[in-house]
């Protein structure tokens, strides 16, 4: 048997009628950048995540900066990032001329750890940046509270966690503004690159728009020195059509989870953990092993596909050498990336493959 760590080939096959239709009223109409498409997918999205506006970007991290940009946060300014994250949450901050503060994560969920935070906080945090990695949800209670406390913003990352929920509730509504990636691996993907931003605010809304259409808030009307940054209509027309069944999606996600969480038994591998609050969607199944690369080709023999998320913590990325920050400074996220490894959780497997790739881990 030879399961890859990833496949788009089963919901593309379930949806190739609704996408094709997509791509024929697109090339059809000759209209292809902010048109009838994007408002549809604008609108349905923002109804899923429970928000008033939705603002299509060109990408998940063009929508995190665009929304820092919007609420004004700039040099001199630091936002607070969870140490285990994609770096796409930290360059967000950067390209704003802000600096990421990082703080460690629980180990047990990957996510932000919520009783670490009010320590980091300086006259100059304007920001917290919670990530909802994995497809877990991070602890908000306790995030919205030190927020209002200090009057700080709130900028959900979301690119990984689309139909999330935290105490029922959908993730993406709690902050001031939430962004979304739509890359083609996440839960919600596009057939190329594709962002938004959500919110209840129409002044961040607007401002997001203009910031991504070159700062224009009407044609030749510049307000603000913005950037090129929007969903276009090809990529709109096929969000639509996935979103219609993410949930069938995000629970099939959830089957394939919890038999992987009650059918292995390896005492070598460390399983995720799941809090009470959280109702995840499984963007990644990430197992920890103390012995990872061995295990890793383990499965890969057994034509098991793994990855990897991620290997190398942001604060020993070199592109952040002008931080200062020397191996041992985030021991947490130096564990996860240590010993971290995903393997396979996709739309379509079978009873099967999710039977193999456990007995395959349980004999390790």
Not at 279 to 305: M, Q, Y
């Amino acid at each position: 048997m030879n399961i890859p760590f990833v496949s788009f080939k089963p919901l593309e096959k379930k949806l190739d009628a609704e996408l094709r239709a997509a791509f024929e009223r697109v090339y059809t109409r000759s209209w292809y950048i902010e048109g009838e498409e994007d408002e549809a997918f604008e609108k349905a999205f923002a109804e899923y995540c429970d928000r008033k506006y939705c603002v299509g970007t060109g990408n998940g991290l063009d929508a995190l900066f665009l929304a820092l940009k919007a609420l004004g946060i700039k040099d001199g300014d630091e936002v607070i990032v969870p140490s285990n994250t994609y770096i796409a949450t930290a360059l967000a901050v950067t390209y704003v001329g802000a600096t990421p503060v990082f703080v460690e994560p629980d180990i047990r969920t990957f996510n932000i750890d919520a009783t670490l935070i009010e320590s980091a906080i300086t006259e100059k945090t304007r920001a917290i940046m919670p990530v909802h990695l994995y497809g877990q949800t991070c602890d908000m209670d306790p995030i919205m509270e030190i927020a209002h406390k200090y009057n700080l913003y709130v900028v959900e990352d979301c690119a990984q966690a689309h139909g999330a929920k935290y105490k029922g509730k959908v993730i993406g509504s709690f902050g001031d503004v939430a962004g979304f990636s739509f890359y083609p691996g996440k839960n919600l993907g596009a057939l190329g690159d594709a962002g938004a931003t959500v919110t209840n605010n129409k002044e961040i809304a607007d401002k997001v728009r203009a910031l991504g259409n070159y700062g224009s808030d009407y044609k030749y009307h510049h307000i603000y020195q913005g950037n090129n940054s929007r969903l276009d209509e090809l990529q709109a027309a096929f969000l639509t059509a996935k979103l219609s069944c993410l949930d069938e999606v995000n629970n099939e996600r959830r089957n394939i989870a919890w038999k992987y969480l009650e059918g292995i038994k390896n005492p070598e591998i460390i399983l995720p953990f799941v809090p009470d609050y959280a109702t995840p969607v499984w963007h990644i199944f990430g197992i920890r092993c103390s012995r990872r690369a061995e295990l890793e080709k383990f499965l890969n023999d057994a034509n098991i596909g793994t990855n990897k998320h991620y290997p190398i913590p942001m604060h020993l990325q070199d592109c952040y050498k002008n931080l200062g920050f020397k191996a041992g400074d985030y021991p947490i996220a130096e564990e996860i990336s240590a010993t971290e490894l995903s393997i396979p959780m996709y739309y379509g497997m079978s009873e099967e493959e999710i039977q193999y790739v456990i007995d395959v881990i349980n004999r390790y």
